[in-house]
């Protein structure tokens, strides 16, 4: 270990943790995603977002880490999404655990962005809600999950 360097371990959040913490409280409502096999979810007035930190480097070609699974947690909020009645479009994120700053795309249906990038690419799409739908939404949302535990 070098002196000066923190120590890095799973307490800490990872930068993009912090960076959804940056999304407006009125229009976006953070929830776990463990009962989605994500990370987080994301209920906005952008629509709904299953958010997968995975992989510690820059991605790079078609074999990314975490694309299945963000693909498949995407799937499971849309079936949820449906089953409660609301609206609107579910995206699939992969975020890579680094701090380095590369330019985001589209692999297979999943956007990969780097940390920094996250919450400006949630809330920058088309407004397709209004907040108190979305506040209502993410409050079912998350008695759905409950239900399903």
Not at 104 to 125: F, N, Y
């Amino acid at each position: 270990m070098h002196r000066g360097m923190p120590q890095l371990d799973a307490t800490r959040p990872v930068p993009a943790e912090r960076e959804l913490l940056r999304l407006d409280p009125w229009s976006f409502h953070l929830l776990p995603g463990d009962d989605l096999g994500c990370d987080r979810v994301v209920m906005g007035t952008t629509g709904a977002f299953a958010v997968v930190f995975e992989g510690d480097a820059v991605p790079t070609g078609f074999r990314v880490l975490g694309l299945r699974r963000a693909r498949r947690a995407s799937r499971r909020l849309k079936r949820h999404l449906q089953a409660i009645g609301a609206q609107g479009e579910t995206f699939a994120v992969l975020c890579p655990r680094t701090h380095s700053v590369f330019a985001p795309r589209t692999v297979r249906g999943v956007r990969i962005v780097p940390p920094v990038l996250l919450a400006g690419e949630i809330s920058d799409r088309n407004r397709s809600a209004m907040p108190h739908q979305v506040q209502r939404a993410a409050e079912a949302l998350s008695r759905s999950f409950a239900q399903f535990r």
